[in-house]
């Protein structure tokens, strides 16, 4: 019960959108916890600069450029 207070009181919404594809790293944003590996940090960062949307991003460059590092960079599906 007071982890869910803890939450309720320090979480801060911070786009009025949010893909799917982010909600792992919000999970960690709202438990307070730092991301481990290279994958949720580029989430989180992604999430931050694209406003919280991926197929809906206005710059079309830098989701590209995300998709490429996740899949060239670090090899997330083979």
Known sequence: MWLELI????FVQQQD???LAFVGGVLLDVAGLSPKD???QAN???RQLS????EDAEDMDLVNSYRN???QDLKIAQ
């Open 7 to 10: 939450v309720r009181l320090t």
């Open 44 to 46: 989180i960062a992604m």
């Open 51 to 54: 406003q919280g949307k991926l």
């Open 69 to 71: 590092y996740l899949y």
């Open 17 to 19: 959108f949010l893909d």
């Open 38 to 40: 290279d994958f949720m």
